[in-house]
């Protein structure tokens, strides 16, 4: 029989064929110690390298969603869209011209609703354009200037003369500016 050292120090009698620490005589543990050591090393750097990859590919399509986000805020629109469902009175209208804005984050993965905020200056029928004088009681905005977006702005002249109407705006999706002397139309609608 084998001598085996215990913890105490003292010398014991182990069974035949196994050396100190129960192994086998001639095995050694340090091959399979070092195999085990490397195994999980290499499956926690692939797990690191993963997790850096996903980060690292999010955050591009992040910026690819933010680019894409950017552009759809810059465009300004002409496409007839816009009906008297949306904005009451708004009718056969000559010309519109309007843009989107993403007011919260469009591309953040969060649960939740994404909102859309719209302005649009629409150039009325001068027939709709009457229709909407008499239709609402219309008084001049005061307080200053009205909010028209930079990408809109170059299709308001600037002799333009602001009236709004309270009553048009409760009954309606969307806020709206009015010039009846010029039948131009100035309106903002959230989703």
Known sequence: MGHVV???????????????????????????????????????????????????ADEGQERDCAGRVAAEEAKIRTDRSWTAQDVPGIGEYAEIHWQVDFPSFACSRAPGPTDSTYQGIVRLAPADARALTVGYPWAPVAGGAVEVWPGLSAYVPPEVRWRRSPAYDAGARATVQFDPDRALLLFTAAD
């Open 6 to 56: 215990s913890h105490a120090g003292h010398c014991t009698q182990g069974p035949p064929g196994l050396a100190g620490g129960g192994y086998p005589a001639g095995v050694n543990r340090r091959p399979l110690l070092v195999t085990v050591v490397a195994v999980v090393g290499v499956a926690l750097l692939a797990a690191c390298g993963g997790v850096f990859w996903l980060v690292r």
